[in-house]
């Protein structure tokens, strides 16, 4: 028998047309090390949310692939993202999580930074240097692009990106769901309490799998499914919307994002929430109300686990939420999960929100910890020699997606499988992981804009009219 030679990533671990992934591409340590520099430093991740840094000099500091970075306000209300290391040694310049300052001084030899990155202090500027460093080339590191979409704060380091929204396509709805108001105005959602932040042993793609839309994993849930932990009586937190719509998994091509969703039939109205509680059930239904009547039939989306590639995953309903998987190395990823409200919800709606949050969610939440015992145990089971060389079988839902998928006269963009009676597919995790092949296989974004390509063709084929 030959011996396999280590080596990194190659075409054909990815094979999507068998339904086949290797295990190399989630235990590989130089697989980790490329993707970091094709997929980290080239696409769009999440930073934060504006209302975490309200005013001048207010400052979160956040990660991007493995580096730490500071969001922050400078003195002119503009926000920026740098890198938080040093120019001069790469020491940390900011070492707290949050907070306020005028200046970051770093604390090796105390150069310091304004909040709009400029080198403004040198120690010994006249004597040590004679006065001739030029400060202006020394600024902190900042992102080559920086997006604020309805108040989340997006950033690239690669300037050849395509903008923010481009980037997202037609998957900015799914967004949308999350960050407009419960009653349909357009971007309300502010961040509750703090952020939640805990390390797991695994490679960052399993969460990342299980977000863009594992509904086949539900026997996981079994037992806090039949303790009925769900704030809308008893059992899951969507049994309601399963009931009456139908349930899709929606992948939007070459752009690597994908998420469930449900829709509502067109004349019914939306199912009751919360009913663990009068005030907050009625908010709601008043909310619901309203959105159906600025909406329209967008309102009849209703939104579930998603995610937006790479590490951004969305959780629009109950518990309202977006976390970031962010890789420590091929063995470990540290979550951080952001929970959303309405800014102007009672503050009774709200403490009944955060104490449903914290129930839910996270290592310590009802549904969180039994999904971290699949990924750590998955991942560790599949390190060894003998196991890496038997890839995991992505086959469910083969070829059964469509384009153009209609359900009582709204229309789902991008390609859809309707599975309300199969309960599952596995299309979008090969959407996941046919965008996690291109960016590991595509030297630039010419190539991964793929969509610009197609848009030029089409507009050839289109007649020039007089
Ligand atoms: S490392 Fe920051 S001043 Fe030297
Ligand atoms: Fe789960």
């Known amino acids: 028998m030959a011996i396999a030679r280590a080596e990194g990533y190659r075409e054909g671990l990815v094979d ?11 235990v590989n ?6 993707e970091l520099e094709r997929v980290f430093a080239r696409s769009w991740l999440f930073v934060g949310h504006e209302s975490q840094i309200p005013s001048p000099g207010d400052f979160f500091v956040s990660s991007m692939g493995e580096e ?10 503009q926000i920026h993202v740098f890198l938080n290391s040093c120019r001069h040694r790469g020491m940390k310049v900011c070492r707290y999580d949050e907070g306020s300052t005028p200046v970051f001084t770093c604390p090796y030899h105390g150069w310091s930074y304004s909040t709009d990155g400029k080198l403004v202090g040198v120690p010994y500027f006249r004597e040590a240097y004679r006065s001739k460093l030029e400060r202006s080339q020394w600024g902190l590191v900042e992102v080559a692009q920086l997006y604020n979409y309805k108040g989340t704060v997006w950033a690239t380091w690669d300037p050849a990106a395509p903008s923010f929204l481009e980037y997202l396509g037609d998957f900015v709805i799914f967004l949308d769901l999350i960050l407009d108001g419960r009653d349909g105005r357009e971007g309300q959602a502010e961040v509750l309490g703090g952020v939640e932040k805990w390390l797991i042993p695994c490679n960052w793609k ?3 799998e299980n977000f863009s839309g594992d509904s086949y994993h539900n026997i996981s849930h079994r037992s806090v499914d039949l303790a009925g932990i769900g704030p809308s009586g008893s059992g899951r937190r969507d049994t309601a919307e399963l009931m009456i719509g139908r349930k899709l998994h929606v992948c939007i ?13 067109k004349d019914l109205p939306p199912p009751p929430t919360y009913q663990h509680s009068s005030v907050v059930s009625e908010y709601f239904r008043h909310c619901e109300e309203e959105r159906r009547r600025t909406r329209g039939d967008q309102a009849r989306l209703m939104g579930a686990p998603g995610e937006i590639f790479p590490t951004a995953a969305l959780l629009p309903r109950q518990p309202r939420t977006l976390a970031v998987w962010h890789p420590r190395g091929p063995h470990q990823t540290e979550v951080w999960r952001w929970f959303f409200v309405d800014r102007d919800t009672p503050a009774e709606v709200k403490n009944f929100l955060r104490e449903y949050y914290i129930r839910y969610s996270g290592p310590a939440g009802m549904t969180e910890q039994d999904d971290m015992e699949n990924w ?38 991008g390609r859809v499988i309707d ?14 992981y046919r965008r996690w092949a291109q960016f590991m296989e595509a030297d630039s974004w010419a190539e991964l804009a793929s969509w610009r390509r197609a848009d030029t063709a089409a507009a050839a084929l289109r007649p020039t009219g007089t």
């Open 16 to 26: 999507l047309a068998a339904g086949r992934i290797s295990r190399e591409i989630f």
């Open 29 to 34: 340590d130089e697989i980790y090390r490329q």
């Open 68 to 77: 730490s970075v500071i969001l922050c306000r400078d003195r002119a209300h």
């Open 206 to 208: 399993f969460p990342a």
């Open 253 to 265: 091509p070459d752009r690597g994002h994908q998420t469930i969703v449900y829709v509502l039939p």
């Open 376 to 413: 750590n145990y998955a991942h560790a089971a599949s390190r060894g020699t003998i196991a890496r060389r038997h890839p995991y079988c992505y086959e469910m839902g083969l070829g059964c997606a469509v384009e153009d998928y209609k359900w009582e006269g709204l229309r789902i963009p």
């Open 419 to 432: 599975i309300t009676q199969a309960q599952s597919s596995e299309e979008p995790m090969r959407n996941l």
